[in-house]
């Protein structure tokens, strides 16, 4: 069971029900998931973006949503509208820069919080202690919000194949001295933790909330990259096991984590 002060708390003073309260509107749909695109290095700063009708499709949105959310994007200076026979839609060659002037610490560890909460709670359903859509808290609870109506049935023990793509990971991240990789090997362990433990649908509610933590937060540095990446590591270990408590402490880990 999730409560205030038990094995996934406490949790007293973090704001988790801003994320949770609703799904995110279309523009903030677009603006999180092209963060996402520039995190992952699907897109750089300088590359031209999907025309407006292929995001829409990908998105299940409007494409006059799309239209409206990269104009806002352009006045914010995170895009640039080119015309002529070579224009469209690009992300800014001064991304960084102009993300950095953005950030809200506030959010962003309201933010950083709830996921924690999310992944606490997909350990647990991994090992069948949540049922899936229910997270055993009120239902006007912020884990019920980002869980229910999202989650496959419960699992009885995780298969291997997740759990070695996710090790790949690990691996791949022990090797890596790029900054800019590591930062998408993270990125990209934690939306495939968030498939493996809670399917497709988590992992859309994942990719919202990683890519909104982009947009309002310092992206985190080698070193300690690194250091969660050891948490990733022992998060396997006792997930292969079915080991619940030491699976949640290694996930809790994961966010105190500090460089060597």
């Given at each position: ?21 609703r799904g995110?509107?279309g ?33 299940g949105i ?19 509208r080119r ?12 991304w960084d820069?102009?993300?950095?002037v ?15 909460l999310?992944?606490?709670g ?29 989650l ?7 298969p ?17 001295d ?22 497709a ?7 919202d ?6 947009l ?45």
């Open positions: 069971m999730v409560n205030a002060a038990g094995k996934f708390g406490p949790y007293t003073g973090w704001d988790t029900r801003a994320p949770a309260g995110p509107t523009a903030e749909l677009v603006r999180s998931r092209i963060a996402l695109r520039v995190r992952l290095r699907s897109v750089s700063p300088g590359d031209r973006l999907p025309d407006a009708g292929v995001l829409a499709e990908e998105l409007s494409e006059i949503t799309v239209r409206r959310a990269l104009e806002a994007m352009c006045q914010d200076g995170l895009l640039d015309r002529g026979r070579a224009g469209g839609t690009f992300v800014a060659t001064g820069a102009v993300v950095a953005m950030h809200d610490a506030d959010e962003a560890a309201a933010l950083d919080a709830f996921h924690l999310l992944e606490c997909l350990v647990a359903h991994a090992v069948g202690e949540l049922p899936g859509g229910s997270s055993g808290e009120p239902e006007d609870g912020p884990l019920h919000g980002a869980l229910h109506g999202l496959d049935g419960p699992l009885d023990g995780l291997d194949g997740p759990l070695d793509g996710l090790r790949a990971l690990v691996e791949e991240m022990d090797l890596a790029d900054p800019a990789q590591l930062l998408e090997l993270e990125t990209r362990f934690h939306l495939d933790l968030a498939e493996a433990l809670g399917g649908g988590i992992r859309e509610y994942a990719a909330l990683l890519g909104r933590q982009c309002l937060g310092p992206a985190p540095g080698p070193a300690l990259v690194r250091a969660r990446n050891r948490c990733h590591a022992e998060l396997l270990d006792e997930l292969a096991r079915g080991a619940m408590d030491p699976a949640v402490r290694a996930v809790k880990a994961h966010r105190h984590a500090e460089p060597r």
